[in-house]
C-alpha cells in the first residue's frame, strides 16, 4: 500500500501557482519524499525529490514539513500542459517500496 | 541520449501466446524495473533487478518472468498470456545505492498489451 494521501482531483487556474499536498506521517528518517506526475498515458515524469529541506528546480518547489510529515508541490505557473496525474512517493528509490498510490489529478483552467 | 526506451509499442495477444517487452536503458543504471498499470490505477510493481543476472519479485509478479543477462536490458516475458493481463506495462532504472540511493527512478513511455 502507499504510504503517502493525497487529495484525488485539484483545479488551478491558468497562470497561477497549484499548491499540491501529500500527507506522509509514517515516513522514516532514511526515507526520501519523491513527485512524479504522468500526462495522458505517457510514462511518469520526475519533478523533484527531497529529504528533509526545501527543494527548488526548474519544473517546481518542493516544500516539506519540519516534521517531515506532509509536503507541498508547487508549480508556480501553472499553465494547460501541466495538466496531469501527480504522484507523490515516500521510500528509496530502489526495491520494492517505491509504491505509487492513484494520485492527484490536477486540472488546468484557462 | 535515449533514456529508457521499450518495445514494442502496441501487441494485442490471443489468450494462451507468448511474447516478451524488451526494455533498453542508456544511462548505466544498476537498477531497473517492470511496473503494470490499469485504468485509473497508480502503478504496481511486477519484477525489478538490482544488477545483471539478478531479478526480484514485487508486488505482483504471477503469471510473469524477467531476465537481466545485460545490464543495460530488462525482458518481461508473458509465458502464457491471460485477459487479466491486458494493461500498460512501465520500464523504469535508477542509479545505483548507495551514496546517490535517493536518485529518482526514470521511465519509459510504455507497452500497450492487449489480451483478447
Known amino acids: 500500500d502507499a504510504k503517502t494521501t493525497q487529495p484525488p482531483s485539484m483545479d488551478c487556474a491558468e497562470g497561477r501557482a497549484a499548491n499540491l499536498p501529500c500527507n506522509h506521517s509514517t515516513i522514516s528518517g532514511n526515507e526520501y519524499v519523491y513527485w512524479y506526475r504522468q500526462i495522458h498515458s505517457q510514462g511518469p515524469q520526475y519533478i523533484i525529490h527531497g529529504l528533509k529541506n526545501n527543494e527548488t528546480n526548474e519544473m517546481a518547489s518542493l516544500i516539506i514539513t519540519e516534521d517531515r510529515k506532509s509536503s507541498t508541490l508547487i508549480l508556480p505557473h501553472a499553465t494547460l500542459r501541466d495538466t496531469a496525474v501527480y504522484y507523490c512517493?515516500?521510500?528509496?528509490?530502489?526495491?520494492?517500496?517505491?509504491?505509487f498510490g492513484p494520485g492527484t489529478r490536477l486540472s488546468v483552467l484557462p | 541520449n535515449a533514456g529508457v526506451t521499450q518495445t514494442p509499442k502496441f501487441r494485442v495477444l490471443k489468450t494462451g501466446q507468448s511474447m516478451t517487452l524488451l526494455c533498453a536503458q542508456d544511462m548505466n543504471h544498476e537498477y531497473m524495473y517492470w511496473y503494470r498499470q490499469d485504468p485509473g490505477m497508480g502503478l504496481r510493481l511486477i519484477h525489478y533487478s538490482v544488477g545483471e543476472g539478478t531479478t526480484a519479485k514485487g508486488e505482483v509478479p504471477d503469471g510473469y518472468n524477467v531476465s537481466r543477462l545485460k545490464k543495460q536490458n530488462f525482458l518481461l516475458g508473458l509465458e502464457s498470456a491471460a485477459p487479466s493481463q491486458t494493461s500498460v506495462y512501465f520500464c523504469?532504472?535508477?542509479?545505483?545505492?548507495?551514496?546517490?540511493?535517493?536518485?529518482?527512478?526514470?521511465f519509459g513511455d510504455g507497452t500497450r498489451l492487449s489480451i483478447l
Open positions: 523504469a532504472s535508477s542509479y545505483s545505492w548507495g551514496t546517490l540511493s535517493n536518485q529518482p527512478q526514470h
Open positions: 512517493i515516500v521510500g528509496i528509490s530502489y526495491g520494492q517500496n517505491f509504491v
